[in-house]
Each structure stands twice: as structure tokens, then as C-alpha cells.
């Protein structure tokens, strides 16, 4: 492939999957990476500032939660809002073709502690981007972790299970029926 073409991020984050895979996190190098993606390395760090990110995605998950987040219904409740951005993760970025890569993905993630931490941080990220876009549609403080940490825990319910790439259900559909459980569970005195 020609180092020009645009697809740059997808395809560093391709190689190091690979790489990974085949010869563990810790004994891939950057240079590695770069060199399978057919580019160089000072394009591996225009895009991402270490190995351990190139399988974070950069920051689009989050960016794709604030926009769904501000782009609910006026009507929306907080939990509402966070569905929707849920369902717009699935339609826009957990799709089928993304599947198997991801759970590829975690099977790595799994594997390697420093991984785990960097996923766990990630995912501190996202709530507070969550709750960031619920302040900003007037939702107060306190509601909006709330509903922002219940839409993280749906999150990770809904992921584990689309992941498995005998399930044949899209993840949006997965989230909503967790958030579902995570709000009867509420309910249960």
C-alpha cells in the first residue's frame, strides 16, 4: 500500500493487532508497526503518541459520544440521551465489519496488564465525556454521572457481548437491552 493513502490510523492499528498477536505486546516496537502498515515511523506518532494507543482509537469514540449526546431529542431524559449515543456508537462505529477486529482486540487487551490499565483509563474518559455533554444539555452535575456511569456499566455489558463473533446482534440493539437491565436493576428494592 502507498504511504498517501488515508487510511493511515486503520491500517497502523491493523499491523500492531497483527503484531501482537503474533509476537506479544511487549517484544513489538513502533518501528515494527509502522514498517507492516507500509509506513513510516514518524507517521505512527503523527497519529498516535505510543504503541499502547494505537488500539484506542485516537479519541473518536469519544468525540462520536459528545456529538450523539447533544444530538438527542430536546425531550430526551439522561438516560434517554445516553441510549441514543449508544445507538449511534453502533451504527457509526461497533458495526459488523468491525466485529471480529475487535474482538481480536480484547483477546490482546486481556493479555497484557498494561493494556487493561490503558483500557480502564479510557473508559474514566468516556464517562467524563458522557457527563460533560449531559452538563452541557442543562443536566445537573450529579444526574448526569449518574446516568453517564449506568450508560458506561451498558456500555461494557453490551461490548462483551458483541464482541463474540457467534452473536449476530448489532450493538446498539445490545445496549439498549442492557441499559434496560441496569434501570430495572435499579428499580429492584
Known amino acids: 500500500m502507498a504511504r498517501w493513502q488515508p487510511d493511515a490510523p486503520e491500517r497502523l492499528a491493523a499491523a500492531a493487532l497483527d503484531l501482537f ?11 515494527e508497526i509502522a514498517e507492516r502498515a507500509g509506513l513510516t515511523k514518524s507517521t505512527f506518532f503523527r497519529y498516535f503518541k505510543d504503541k ?3 488500539l484506542f482509537g485516537g479519541g473518536t469514540v469519544a ?8 444530538a438527542a431529542p430536546p425531550s430526551a431524559g439522561p438516560l434517554d440521551a ?15 465489519e468491525r466485529r471480529e477486529f475487535s474482538s481480536r ?6 493479555a497484557h496488564t498494561e493494556l487493561r490499565e490503558r483500557e480502564a ?20 452535575s450529579l444526574t448526569a454521572r449518574v446516568a453517564a456511569q449506568l450508560g458506561t456499566l451498558a456500555w461494557q455489558i453490551a461490548y462483551d457481548q458483541w ?7 448489532g450493538f446498539g440493539p445490545l445496549a439498549r437491552q442492557a441499559l434496560a437491565e441496569v434501570r430495572a436493576a435499579g428499580a429492584v428494592r
Not at 498477536?21 to 518501528?31: D, K, L, R, W
Not at 468525540?63 to 447533544?70: I, T
Not at 473508559?123 to 442543562?138: F, P, Q, S, V
Open 21 to 31: 498477536e503474533e509476537h506479544g505486546y511487549e517484544n513489538t516496537t513502533v518501528i
Open 52 to 54: 499502547r494507543e494505537v
Open 82 to 96: 445516553v441510549a441514543e449515543a449508544l445507538d449511534a456508537l453502533g451504527r457509526t462505529f461497533f458495526t459488523a
Open 121 to 140: 483509563l479510557k473508559r474514566i474518559d468516556l464517562t467524563a465525556a458522557m457527563i460533560e455533554a449531559l452538563n452541557r444539555r442543562g443536566v445537573p
Open 163 to 169: 464482541i463474540d463473533t457467534d452473536n449476530s446482534e
Open 105 to 110: 482486540r480484547q483477546a490482546v487487551l486481556n
Open 63 to 70: 468525540g462520536l459520544l459528545v456529538e450523539a449526546v447533544a
